[in-house]
């Protein structure tokens, strides 16, 4: 199916590895103009030398404002406009348990997941407002519908549930400039991350990671790890022309793990 969206510039923020990197393979080759902006030189190099002709990179922190203010300068320099499809997809900030917590973390929590999708979507919405038309989509998780209780993440249960809310708001505000504004809900899905914190909880349970994985997988609806292709698919279609009526929305990509209704 094509999906109506060659040749648009696309902002991939945590471009480099896992599902940011995904999401820049996918839109590049539904023909997209592709710019990776993360921090590490060395990853984005590897990733804009695997994925060619069309992308590009720049190394950015864009859980700042100065960040993302270049990574959206660095897509009018290489492609002539500002992004017409933007992905948030940033580290949530330092975890922990509410007990164990400071204010210090809770303030990085909403800096990481409210305000700088806030300053992304400031950022871009200038050309999409222009052009009528604009996809912007956060890369979150699936304890927005069900707060994480194996995992500690007081702080990270609280604003990325923020950023939905913030979602839902600019899907009303922006609707009528042809915008759309969704959430993909990260379920387990397989990544370098993923592996490093659960060989932890494994090693915690005197288990190996693929025996806990085994177990844990054994109780899902699809029983099987996510790839970081699976949100990529979901990325692309809900960032497509064919997706110009779905807006506000959080779709959840956790092989029906979450058993909430809504």
């Known amino acids: 199916m094509d999906l109506g969206i060659a040749g648009k510039v696309t902002l991939v923020t ?3 590895q896992g599902i940011g990197l995904a999401c820049a393979q996918r839109f590049a080759a539904e023909g ?5 902006a993360a921090r590490t030189q060395a990853n984005i190099d ?8 069309g992308c590009a990179g720049i190394s950015a922190d864009c859980t700042t404002q100065d960040g993302i203010a270049r990574a959206v300068q660095a897509c009018i320099d290489a492609f002539g406009a500002a992004p017409d499809i933007a992905i948030f997809n940033v580290d949530s900030g330092p975890k922990g348990a509410f007990l164990d917590v400071d204010d210090d ?8 997941n ?3 999708f806030r300053w992304l979507v400031q950022a871009v919405f200038p050309q999409m407002r222009a052009q009528g038309w604009g996809r912007i989509l956060t890369i979150g998780t699936n304890s927005v519908k069900q707060p994480h209780r194996k995992l ?6 609280t604003y990325r549930v923020g950023a939905l809310a913030l979602s839902k708001t600019l899907s009303a505000e922006l609707g009528p400039f042809g915008i759309t504004v969704n959430t993909l809900g990260t379920g387990a899905i397989a990544t370098p991350q993923f592996r490093q914190v659960f060989t932890k909880i494994a090693a ?3 288990q190996t990671y693929d025996q806990h994985i085994a177990e844990r997988v054994a109780e899902w609806p699809v029983r099987r790890m996510g790839t970081p292709e699976d949100m990529a698919d979901a990325a692309a279609f809900l960032c497509s022309a064919r997706a110009g009526y779905i807006t506000g929305q959080v ?3 956790d092989g029906g793990n979450i058993e909430a209704l809504q």
Request: glycine fraction near 10%.
């Open 14 to 16: 945590g471009g480099s």
């Open 32 to 36: 997209c103009k592709v710019m990776i």
């Open 46 to 53: 590897l990733a804009v030398a695997e994925i060619g002709h």
């Open 105 to 112: 973390t809770f303030a990085a929590a909403n800096t990481n």
């Open 114 to 116: 409210v305000m700088a």
């Open 152 to 157: 500690p993440r007081a702080a990270q249960n």
């Open 204 to 206: 915690d349970k005197g």
């Open 251 to 253: 779709l959840v990509v």
